[in-house]
Every structure is written in C-alpha cells, then in structure tokens.
C-alpha cells in the first residue's frame, strides 16, 4: 500500500450533464451506461467511438432536481443483461421527491434507445419534507438479488428519527428479489432477510443505521459488501461486510464514524457495527464517495483486492486492503484531479470516475512509487556575488541497494531562480526545485555519488535549502 498510487486519464471529450452513476452490462459490447441527475438520461459510451448521439433512456419527464441531490441517481443493468436485457434505475420522483426504484426491459442487448413507458415501478418510498439524504445506488449483488440505497430522509442530526426505525426505509440498504412476484409486490422478499420476522419491520431492510449511503459496491471476487456513508459534520466513514452478512447496524445517529454523535439516542443494547475505516473533515475534506474493490487485470500486481475510494471535495484518495485477520491495511494514494461524484467499472474490471460539474470523464491507473532510499545531500554555494550565485550538489547513496534513476526536490527559502544547469536536468515552478538524473547518471550504487551544479540570481538572502527530498525519502545533509 505504500507504493501504491492512484492515476487518471481525461478520456470523455464530450462534458456529461451533472453525471451520477456508471455501470457496465456484461454482454460483451465493451459499453458504459453514465446517468445524467439533472436531465434524467442515460448516457452510453464506448472506448473506441465515445458517447452515443442520443441516450439510452431519457425520463426527464418524471424526475425532480430541484435539490442539488436529487434527479436520476443510480443505475444497475440486469446480470444476465445478454440474455435478459434490463436496468434498473434510482430516482426521486416529480411526485413530491419520492425515491424510487424502477425497472426498463429491452427488447435486445444492443436496443439504442429504451422507451420510457415500458416503465416498472418496483418500490417507492416517501421523501417529501427535504430534498437531500436520498442514496440512490443500485447494485445486484453475487446473490443475484438487487440492492437500493436510501438516506435518512434529509435536513441534518436525522431530525426525522429515521436511522434506527426498522419501520421505514429510510436510512437503509434493501434487499429483493426482482425475477419474481409475490403478490401485488412486483418483487419477492428473499427469506433470509434479517428482518422479514421482526414486528413492525420493513421485510425489504438488509442493513440500517445509515446516514447518507451515496455509494455502496460488492467485491467481485468474494462477494463481500463495501458501504461508504457520507458523515455529518466530522467524520466519514467506510463500512465492510462479508458476504450475505445482513441485519448490521451501523449507528446512524448514535454514532457518526467510531464516535459517539448523539449518545441520547442510543440504545443501551445496541449492538452498533463500527467502520473499518473513516477520516475527518480537515483540510477540505468533506464528503466520502465510495469506490470499488479492484479485481481488474491491467494492475493487479499493484491494486488487486484494494478498495478505493475518495473524498468530494478535495479528491484525496485511499486504499483499504483487508488483511485477513479481521484488521485492515490503508492508505492515502494520492489525489485524483476531479471532484468524484462516483466510481464505476467495465465488464473487465478497469476503473472511471466522473465528476458532476463541469462532467468530466477520467479512467483510472494505478503506478508504482520508487522504494524508498536512503541518502545524504551535500549542498555547496562555490561562489556568490550579490545578485547571483554558483552551487554543487553531490547526491550520496547510503543505502544498501543501487537507485536506478532519481529526482531530488527542494524548496529554496528566497527567491532564487534557477539559470543554467549541467549534469542534471533541473525545473523550476516558484520556490520548489527539481533535479532529475541525464541518462548517463541515472544509477547511484550503494556508497557511491552523483553531483551536478547549477548557476542562479537572486537578492535578499541566498539562505540554504532547509530539506532535500530524493524519490520521495527526505535525505540526511
């Protein structure tokens, strides 16, 4: 995880309209389905011809987006979309805001554009006092059954007391199974539903105590289930779960992250799940968009098995890898240059983010960071002469093992400018300097030195880097 580091690549030339959710169906064509919040359209992209001219589906006329989170929300098509062609979408209702939960058949895989009437509601859920705390993600799950996020019915604190309310679907996670009826439901509730048995309880719920689940994934490979609950005003958080692990609770507004929230609203009892993994809001930090685990081909060897996730407002991302001992491995991966409204990954694994204004469209890449190095700087100023200067640098391996290529960084403290360079190729962007070896000099063996020199002007004080950084290791000097 150390070494691990996130990448990205612009590759949509077209500006999505306020893009919420990416899916793939696994028919082969290679196809991305992208929802759009404000339009209620579903967008279709292709690596090799880009967006298509219309979308696929188009329900604008049903929607609302008034509030800045609600519109088309979540996408899912069928599993066996070859051979039984559907998707299942998320959105808030021109009806008052109501979440909803709809099917689209198609007549064939390759279907251009799905009519809006062939429409099939499967579940709805009253969302009309505030218009955020929707969730709105749509998965099916390795159980073949479908699963819909809904947030706590909105405003801040849950002021509707809906977290812990088993009677409501609000601030939960449901569970059904649409390849069957049961009566007036066009779905069926599976048996094994934590809650179908519970007095009073929604038969739907498979998880609760949720705050805002905007994005929850499943782990391709074993099934298990990754929710991230965008926080209240102090922590976010990254829930995990094994494979048809239902019936958790997760505190929501007992608890907000490991920490208490409201503590009069907890149960003496409660038997409430803490996140694996969670962050504060310093810095700019303010809101969690849940990932994906990686079980992709290209970067296997560096990400495999490793969710990622990111922040909204800032774009930092991270990397949470269970360890299989019941303790996780994490860590920041660097930062992707978009504000991520959402992940989304093709049928073979490979990784894209969007973001919701202005639209844009990124794949994700996954690099290697050099292995750590050790090493010692020797900085000397050989001449000055009051507006200018002269100085050698001698770069010392005191490590064990040879540094095949190499970059030192450093900040000058005044307002030196680099001139001229020789044995070095030097760059310069305000105060930070960076010296990258030519490619006679690109390996340092254990003991042994690489110096290079540059001419620079300045005025004031020609005061001495305090620090110098090779390949990411601060260096003794």
């Known amino acids: 995880m150390d070494r691990l580091q996130v990448a990205s690549t612009n590759v949509g030339a077209d500006r999505l309209d306020r893009p919420t959710a990416i899916a793939a169906p696994d028919d082969g064509s290679g ?13 279709v992209y292709h690596p090799d011809d880009g967006f298509s001219a219309d979308p696929l589906l188009d329900i604008g006329d049903r929607i609302t987006s008034g509030g800045n989170e609600q519109g088309l929300l979540g996408i899912a098509p069928s599993p066996d979309f070859a051979e039984n062609p559907e998707i299942y979408v998320a959105y808030t209702s021109a009806d008052e805001g109501t979440l909803t939960l ?8 390759d279907q251009a554009v799905v009519p809006a009437d062939s429409e099939e509601v499967l579940l709805t859920e009253e969302h009309a ?6 969730g709105g993600d749509v998965q099916f799950g390795p159980d073949g059954y479908l699963y819909w996020s809904l947030g706590d019915g909105g405003n801040a604190g849950d002021i509707l007391n809906n977290g812990q309310n088993l009677s409501t679907l609000l601030g939960t996670i449901v569970r059904i199974d649409v390849g069957r009826e049961c009566g007036d439901l066009a779905y069926c509730v599976p048996e094994d539903n934590p809650f179908v048995s519970v007095p009073d309880a929604r038969p739907e719920i498979w998880v609760y105590g949720l705050r805002n689940p905007w994005r929850f994934s499943f782990d391709p490979e074993n099934g298990s289930m990754w929710i991230a609950d965008v926080g209240q005003g102090i922590h976010e958080e990254v829930n995990h779960l094994s494979a048809g692990e239902g019936g958790a609770n997760f505190g929501w507004p007992c608890r907000e992250g490991p920490d208490a929230y409201d503590e009069e609203r907890c149960d003496a009892g409660g038997d409430y799940v803490d996140p694996v993994f969670s962050y504060t809001h310093e ?8 990932g994906l685990v990686y079980r992709g081909e290209e970067f296997a ?13 800032t774009g930092n991302t991270w990397g949470i890898r269970p360890k299989g001992d019941g303790t996780y491995a994490t860590g920041h991966i660097g930062t992707l240059p978009i504000q991520v409204t959402t992940f989304g990954a093709d049928a073979s694994g490979e990784f894209y983010v969007v973001n919701d204004l202005p639209g844009q469209f990124y794949r994700v890449s996954f690099e290697a960071l050099p292995p750590p190095v050790n090493c010692a700087v020797d900085y000397t100023v050989d001449s000055d002469w009051g507006s200018g200067f002269t100085a050698t640098v001698v770069v010392t391996n005191t490590g064990d093992e040879p540094i ?5 960084e450093w900040d000058f403290a005044g307002d030196q400018q680099v001139t001229n360079q020789w044995q070095a190729e030097v760059a310069q962007e305000g105060s930070a300097v960076s010296a990258a070896n030519l490619e006679w000099n690109n390996v340092i063996r254990p003991g042994d030195s690489r110096s290079f020199g540059f001419h620079a002007s300045f005025t004031g004080d020609n005061a001495a880097p305090d620090e110098f950084t090779l390949n990411g290791s601060v260096c003794e000097g």
């Open 404 to 408: 095949d290529g190499w970059e030192l």
């Open 301 to 313: 060897d560096l990400a495999g098995g490793t969710y990622i996730m990111a922040d909204y407002c």
């Open 31 to 43: 196809r991305l389905f992208i929802t759009q919040k404000e339009t209620g359209t579903v967008r």
């Open 283 to 290: 810095g700019r930090d303010c809101s969690v968009t849940g």
């Open 129 to 134: 006092e505030y218009t955020n705390h929707n």
């Open 102 to 109: 709809s099917r689209f058949p198609m007549d064939r895989p």
